[in-house]
């Protein structure tokens, strides 16, 4: 049983396309997350969602949309991909905003822009 | 601001043979601190954490202890396995966000 899924697992793509990446976790918890992980292993966090409410935005390009249509998902949508967005793409949930220790973490979605 | 410095790696042991990694923080406020492990091709899980100054996280062999004075949170084990080979991050958590460090690669030979 797999707690935090994301899918694909792989990505490989083309400049200018527009991908989507969905994470579901059966955790039954309030909080989710996407994190990028860069090519020198730097975790950085982009967005935070609870219950299905945006909470963390951070300085991302407004090409990446996150969408929450329940609080079992948070899919990140990316438009005109650009070879900088080549980068393993993280989603967490935790219990509750004020329970962010108890993340759990996806195995991860590897994207390479071409 | 807030921010974590983790020692640069790659890092290369025999096993059996002693850990640390070091691990410095900046911030404000009292956060609680964390070692997160990556294994090959998995996502991040939590290894161990120490929630106030002084506090002692352990789990697994590993032991960091939180460290107010100099900032720090250093993470150890006496004897490594080939199976400690992995990433791990350093983080705090403060103000409700989670600061990562960029990472330590371990790889323990036999």
């Known amino acids: 049983d797999t707690a935090v899924s994301q899918t694909p697992k792989y990505l490989v793509t083309q400049m200018g396309n527009d991908k989507s990446i969905k994470c579901e976790q059966n955790l039954g918890h309030d909080t989710m997350y996407w994190y990028k992980q860069d090519s020198k292993k730097f975790l950085k966090i982009m967005f935070s969602y609870n219950n299905k409410e945006l909470i963390i935005n951070e300085t991302v390009p407004n090409r990446f949309s996150p969408k929450s249509p329940d609080k079992a998902h948070l899919n990140l949508h990316i438009n005109s991909l650009e070879l900088g967005d080549s980068a393993v793409y993280f989603c967490a949930s935790s219990q509750g905003w004020t329970r962010q220790e108890t993340q759990y973490f996806g195995p991860g979605t590897r994207l390479l822009v071409l | 601001g807030n921010s974590v410095t983790q020692m640069e790696g790659p890092v290369t042991l025999s096993e059996e043979a002693f850990l640390t990694i070091n691990c410095t923080y900046t911030?404000?406020?009292?956060?609680?601190l964390f070692w997160y492990v990556q294994y090959p091709g998995e996502g991040l899980q939590l290894l161990l954490k120490a929630t106030k100054a002084d506090d002692k996280g352990s789990n697994k062999g590993f032991e960091a202890t939180y460290r107010k004075e100099t900032t720090s949170f250093h993470l150890e084990k006496g004897s490594v396995q080939v199976s400690d080979s992995a990433v791990y991050f350093c983080?705090?958590?403060?103000?409700?966000?989670?600061?990562f460090g960029t990472g330590t690669s371990l790889t323990v030979i036999p």
């Open positions: 983080a705090l958590l403060t103000g409700n966000q989670f600061y």
């Open positions: 911030a404000t406020g009292y956060p609680s």
